[in-house]
């Protein structure tokens, strides 16, 4: 589990140009953010590195070039733009 500071630096850091990025991360953030374990963390760092329309075209769907140890994080926000 994230600590409170993690969480905070987390969302900070989760604030996007492209609004439709902020809106999943940020329903994610809301959803599971505290609960992140250690490498969910890690790997939604490694993905909010990316150009923001990078991020949204694996987001959407629409590329799978990502590390492969981020897997479990895409589907996360995969699920989470389909599932408001």
Request: hydrophobic residues 40%; negative net charge; contains cysteine.
């Amino acid at each position: 589990m994230l600590t409170d500071a993690q969480l905070s630096k987390l969302r900070w850091r989760c604030r996007r140009g492209l609004l439709e990025n902020d809106i999943i991360l940020g329903r994610v953030l809301e959803r599971r953010g505290a609960h992140f374990n250690d490498d969910e963390h890690a790997q939604l760092l490694t993905l909010i590195d990316l150009a923001d329309h990078d991020l949204w075209n694996i987001i959407a769907g629409r590329s799978d070039d990502y590390p492969a140890h981020c897997d479990a994080m895409v589907r996360t926000l995969r699920e989470a733009r389909v599932t408001p």
